[in-house]
Structures are given as structure tokens and as C-alpha cells.
């Protein structure tokens, strides 16, 4: 079966009608944003990007929140903007690389909806976060490379314990959206 074909696949309809959020989490530079944007458009579910949201309603960029504020204040503006998140219908959620590791939000996520971890090796996420754009991200903005993976490496050791509580656990640098579909959908039809 060609790929465009699998879209209409009775198993990717079943997604449309799972009444929760999907989030996706991992690392800064997993590919968060990007999968999200892909899912949601083959599988015709809101797309809901949870640093953006931030942005649009503190009216600043988070390297600016995060000036004014310091890390604290931006926790606390993502958790409150993550748990007003409409949890009785269906999106596709990307999550900020902290969000799941602060407060009670991974326990929230997973009560709520159905929890995505892209799960990538600390070379993989230095080499994608050297080609973007490091001074959206004010956690990196004045690393060097070897910086950037020391501080990957320190980071995924505390991180990780909470990205793992995540339903499910995928290298998606091995599988296309629409594996990924399928993947999502078996889990849901599980349930
Ligand atoms: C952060 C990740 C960023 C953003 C903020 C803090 C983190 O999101 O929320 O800069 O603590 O890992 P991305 O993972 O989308 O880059």
C-alpha cells in the first residue's frame, strides 16, 4: 500500500475520535514541534504548541520571559498554560523540553492524555540543536559545541526518570509520522 493511501486507513480514523490530548515530549531538538505539525496534518487533529502558546499569551518571546522572569516564573506560566489545555477532545500537543519534569505535570499529562516520548541519543540531539537556531532557546544561547553536550548529557541523566514515564517510547529518527500514527493508534485502541 503506498504510503498517501494508508492515510485513510480505518485505524488512523479511530485516532480522530480518542477524546484526549496527545503530548509529545523529549529533549530540546527532538523534533517535537515538527512531528507535531506533521501528525496533526495527516491526521486532521489541532495542533497545539505549548511554547507558543506561552508566547501568545505572556505577548513576549520565552528568551524575554525568561529574562523578566527567570526559569521560576516561566515554570510556573508553562504548568498553568499546559493544565488549561482542553482535556476532553483530541490534539496533538508539543511540549517544551522542561515541561514534563517540573511540578506534577508528567503525572498530569499521563491522567489526561496519552504521553509521546522522542527518545534520542545525546549526539543526535547536540547535532540537531547546533544546525537551529540556539538563541530562541535561552538555556543554551551561549554554548559552545562541547558545552552544548556536556550539558545534554548532565541534563538527560535528571530529565530522563521523567520522559520515561511516558506511555510510550520511540527513536523517531527510525520511523516516518505515519509509523508513528499506527503506533499511537494500536496504544489507543488497546486501551
Ligand atoms: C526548555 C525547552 C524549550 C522551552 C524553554 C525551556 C527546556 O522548548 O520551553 O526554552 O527546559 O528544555 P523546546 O524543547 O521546544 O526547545
Known amino acids: 500500500m503506498e504510503r498517501s493511501d494508508r492515510q485513510n486507513t480505518p485505524s488512523i480514523v479511530s485516532l480522530t475520535s480518542y477524546p484526549h490530548p496527545i503530548f509529545i515530549i523529549g529533549f530540546m531538538g527532538s523534533g517535537k514541534t515538527t512531528l507535531g505539525k506533521k501528525l496533526s496534518k495527516i491526521a486532521k487533529i489541532p495542533f497545539i504548541d505549548l511554547d507558543q502558546h506561552i508566547v501568545d499569551t505572556s505577548g513576549m518571546s520565552i528568551s524575554d520571559y525568561f529574562k523578566l522572569y527567570g526559569e521560576e516564573g516561566f515554570r510556573r506560566l508553562e504548568e498553568q498554560i499546559l ?109
Do not use: H
Open 83 to 191: 493544565k488549561s489545555i482542553p482535556t476532553d477532545t483530541c490534539a496533538i500537543v508539543s511540549t517544551g523540553g522542561g515541561a514534563p519534569c517540573f511540578s506534577d505535570n508528567m503525572t498530569w499529562m499521563n491522567g489526561n492524555g496519552l504521553t509521546l516520548y522522542l527518545n534520542l541519543p545525546p549526539k543526535a540531539l547536540q547535532s540537531r540543536l547546533i544546525s537551529s537556531d540556539k538563541t530562541t532557546r535561552p538555556l543554551l544561547s551561549t554554548m559552545n559545541d562541547d558545552e552544548l553536550l556536556d550539558y545534554i548529557e548532565d541534563k538527560l541523566k535528571s530529565r530522563s526518570a521523567f520522559y520515561e514515564k511516558a506511555k510510550i517510547n520511540i527513536n523517531p529518527l527510525r520511523l516516518s509520522p505515519q509509523d508513528i500514527l499506527e503506533i499511537l493508534t494500536k496504544e489507543i485502541q488497546s486501551r
